[in-house]
């Protein structure tokens, strides 16, 4: 995107339409949309008869530059949003295998939004949801005996969080927060009772997709573990 802000610019020219005229070439050849804002009736009449907004044109024109800022950070963020869930039901459907639609799992889960370092689960409360990541990484901290936070792991795009305790119908054993932004499509106790209801199919191959995000968890451990013990001759 490309904002043109017309705030104090009184008139112009025949020179300044041919400039804006070769500036819109140059943008549709590159697949860049031009934004103008503060445009005054006059010129915003001859824009309109020119081509450049209104009609087949990809270009738009705004009140002020803030309406414009908005509407380029609106379009990026949907843009980054449909990449973000493409990718994350590609990899949700390597999980569920060739058998199964991801949509139909989709379908039980809630997706959120997090916007910047936001607590999303409390150590001690209820674990009575599973939260899949679609984008951004999420951090686990576990409350010590002398009250202080230690941060054991953080967890990235594509995987679970929350699962242990969900399944073990417990409270949570962590605090899980995101550092930054971040996407979680989240399976509620309700939603999963519901599919196992009317899908048993979808939730014995969720069952099986958690299962496998375990063992890859424990094996993982094991091999930590082996990583620290002494040499022995």
């Known amino acids: 995107y490309v904002i043109l802000d017309f705030a104090m610019v009184p008139g112009a020219d025949s020179s300044a339409y041919i400039s804006l005229a070769k500036l819109r070439n140059h943008c549709n050849q590159r697949g860049t949309t031009i934004v103008y804002s503060s445009i005054s009736p006059a010129i915003r009449d001859a824009l309109a008869r020119g081509g450049f907004i209104g009609g087949k044109s990809r270009h738009q024109a705004f009140a002020d530059v ?3 800022v908005a509407w380029c950070e609106d379009n990026l963020l949907a843009e980054a ?3 973000v869930d493409s990718d994350f039901v590609s ?3 390597r999980q569920l295998g060739p058998g199964l639609k991801a949509a139909d799992l989709i379908a039980y889960l809630e997706r959120k939004q997090v916007d910047g370092s936001t607590v999303l689960h409390r150590q001690g409360e209820a674990a009575d949801s599973i939260d899949l ?3 951004g ?3 686990i901290d576990v409350a010590t005996r002398s009250g202080e936070n230690l941060r054991v792991r953080r ?3 594509h995987t679970v969080v929350g699962e242990m305790g969900f399944f073990r119908r417990s409270s949570r054993s962590a605090t899980v927060s995101s550092e930054a932004s971040a996407v979680l499509f989240t399976l509620t106790r309700a939603n999963f009772e519901r599919m196992r209801r009317e899908r048993s199919d979808l939730a014995s191959a969720f069952d099986e997709f958690v299962i496998r995000i375990l063992a890859d968890r424990i094996d993982i451990r094991d091999r930590e573990v082996a990583a620290l013990e002494p040499m022995t001759s």
């Open 91 to 93: 990899w949700l459907q």
């Open 133 to 135: 990541i679609a984008a």
């Open 81 to 83: 949003t449909v990449k």
């Open 137 to 139: 990484q999420l951090a």
């Open 66 to 68: 803030h309406a414009a």
């Open 155 to 157: 967890i990235a795009t």
